[in-house]
């Protein structure tokens, strides 16, 4: 690195320098997942950005699939309705995992060794990166580098979905980033819980990825969200109704009514159990900008 450069160009270069590192940079952790688990992460993709997926000119990438590609597998499928056309290209740290993925390669879907350098080719980039239940591995704080690092290979516009969930893939946490210009912007926070299931808000606590799941102390904005939300879903259970997407809805409704949570008020989002907090600047819960990506 040479000295003088400011900071970002220094940073910058690093990244430069990361990308062009042949060995995948990471470590190969458990490789535990389950048939359904993501089917939640997929459903949500499709919900909420129907227009990028549709017109998806590069790959989708799947970090770190697991022991098995089951959920690449399930996504190709669910994906292929709303665009036929589109690449999906799982990626394992763990040589293994990959050699047991391989017999399941088909037109439309690949598998490669790589870490959070993805092994794309020269000028490659992708569309869309997801990264379930991968960073919550790591010590947190790794975590603004590795998302920095993943941010520099997206087409403009294109997105990455960070996150978290229960082994069976009933609850689950989603951090939404959008590539801007030279940046990654926290575009939200999608809380996904399966409402055939008795559900209590502080339950997400147990699951959160890890930029927020050790910021929970008492007062933090964080413990003061799931308290109000927790308050809101009380007092919706005190009513006469008891289908659980209505009490969903009417509790998301009072949190943003009475505690100013900026919500998708979108009934396709809330009757499916997905609570997408919306990040605006100023306010305690938007990480913001994260990361510079070039
Ligand atoms: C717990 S599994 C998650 C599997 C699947 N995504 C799911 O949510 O069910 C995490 C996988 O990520 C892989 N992994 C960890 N760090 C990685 C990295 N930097 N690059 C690629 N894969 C990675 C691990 O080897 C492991 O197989």
Redesign the pocket.
């Known amino acids: 690195m040479t000295r003088g450069r400011n900071v970002p160009e220094r940073l910058s270069a690093a990244r430069g320098w990361l990308r062009r590192v042949r060995r995948?940079?990471?470590?190969?952790?458990?490789?535990?997942?389950a048939s359904g688990?993501?089917r939640r992460a997929d459903q949500f993709l499709s919900l909420a950005y129907p227009f990028t997926l549709r017109n998806l000119r590069a790959p989708i990438v799947d970090?770190?699939?697991?022991?098995s590609p089951t959920?690449t597998l399930e996504s190709l499928e669910v994906l292929r309705v709303l665009n036929p056309s589109v690449r999906l290209i799982g990626?394992?740290?763990?040589p293994d995992?990959v050699r047991a993925a391989l017999p399941f390669a088909q037109e439309g879907l690949e598998f490669r060794l790589?870490?959070?350098n993805l092994p794309l080719g020269e000028g490659e980039t992708a569309g869309v990166i997801r990264a379930?239940?991968?960073l919550r591995?790591y010590p947190e704080q790794e975590y603004g580098r590795s998302l920095g690092l993943l941010g520099s290979y997206l087409a403009p516009g294109g997105i990455l979905l960070e996150g978290t969930?229960d082994p069976p893939g009933n609850m689950m946490a989603l951090n939404l980033y959008v590539r801007g210009s030279g940046y990654l912007l926290h575009d939200g926070l999608a809380l996904i819980a399966n409402l055939r299931h008795p559900f209590s808000p502080r339950q997400f606590q147990a699951i959160l990825p890890k930029n927020l799941i050790h910021h929970l102390e008492p007062g933090s904005p964080l413990d003061a969200f799931f308290g109000a939300w927790s308050v809101c879903w009380q007092r919706a259970m005190q009513t006469e109704v008891r289908d659980r997407r209505r009490l969903f809805a009417e509790a998301a409704g009072h949190l943003h009514e009475e505690h100013g949570y900026h919500l998708s008020p979108r009934p396709s989002f809330l009757r499916r159990g997905i609570l997408l907090l919306h990040s605006v600047p100023g306010e305690a819960l938007a990480p913001l900008v994260l990361a510079r990506v070039r």
Request: zero cysteines.
């Open positions: 995948p940079l990471g470590l190969p952790t458990r490789g535990k997942t688990r993501l970090l770190g699939f697991g022991a959920t990626v394992e740290i763990d995992r790589g870490g959070f379930m239940n991968v591995q969930s």
